[in-house]
């Protein structure tokens, strides 16, 4: 079964980095079959799509965030990784990482991590 | 940018009785749109993909429609377990993922 857990600071000051990382277990990083994606979610809001990181290290981000986001991945770890510049308040939210397959040309989301709240305040 | 547009926001239903949710998108996605379902402090889960397809382990009493531009989730008899937010979410402009704003599920 897979498993993705994340980790990193509750508490972020504004104008500094956040920087999640991810640890996948049961399966790899290193796998072609999949995309390894960070998506939030503000407080009582909806979800939003972050990026993603493919294990050959391409990366697509989304472009209302793509000038402060960076992802990685670390095979030797099996982990992937999050940092967000220039943070503010509106940038607190929970960050989910999670595994996007796909399934007979579908691309879905089918693996969360539970998610870890990142407050921003001095 | 696909916008995604859920309704109603809220929806309240009894036990047992059926569930109607929409999602709109803004242009068509094809049948490229998916179904989560979110409960409080947990992650989404999986319900439907390529709009009408269960994911693995998911009953029968929730089925998807639609393709193009209009999508809906059905809940054929709601059980307790069900009561949650329900998003939407299309994958036609991969790799940009949208999601619809959420419909909340309340037992009325």
């Known amino acids: 079964q897979v498993q993705l857990q994340e980790s990193g600071p509750g508490l972020v000051k504004p104008s500094e980095t956040l920087s999640l990382t991810c640890t996948v277990s049961?399966?790899?990083?290193?796998?072609?079959?999949?995309?390894w994606s960070w998506i939030r979610q503000p407080p009582g809001k909806g979800l939003e799509w972050i990026g993603y990181?493919?294990?050959?290290?391409?990366?697509n981000y989304n472009p209302s965030l793509k000038s402060r986001v960076t992802i990685s991945v670390d095979t030797s770890k099996n982990q992937f990784s999050l940092k967000l510049s220039s943070v503010t308040a509106a940038d607190t939210a929970v960050y989910y990482c999670?595994?996007?397959?796909?399934?007979?040309?579908?691309?879905?989301?089918?693996?969360w991590g539970q998610g870890t709240l990142v407050t921003v305040s001095s | 940018e696909i916008v995604m547009t859920q309704s109603p926001a809220t929806l309240s239903v009894s036990p047992g009785e059926r569930a109607t949710l929409s999602c709109r998108a803004s242009?068509?996605?094809?049948?490229?749109l998916a179904w989560y379902q979110q409960k409080p402090g947990q992650a989404p889960r999986l319900l439907i993909y390529g709009a009408s397809t269960r994911a693995t382990g998911i009953p029968a009493r929730f089925s998807g429609s639609g393709s193009g531009t209009e999508f809906t989730l059905t809940i054929s008899s709601l059980q307790s377990e069900d009561f949650a937010v329900y998003y939407c979410?299309?994958?036609?402009?991969?790799?940009?993922?949208?999601f619809g704003g959420g419909t909340k599920v309340e037992i009325k």
């Open positions: 242009q068509s996605v094809s049948s490229n």
């Open positions: 999670a595994r996007i397959t796909l399934h007979n040309w579908n691309y879905v989301i089918d693996y």
């Open positions: 990181i493919y294990y050959s290290g391409s990366t």
């Open positions: 979410q299309q994958y036609n402009n991969w790799p940009a993922l949208t």
């Open positions: 049961g399966g790899s990083v290193s796998s072609g079959s999949y995309y």
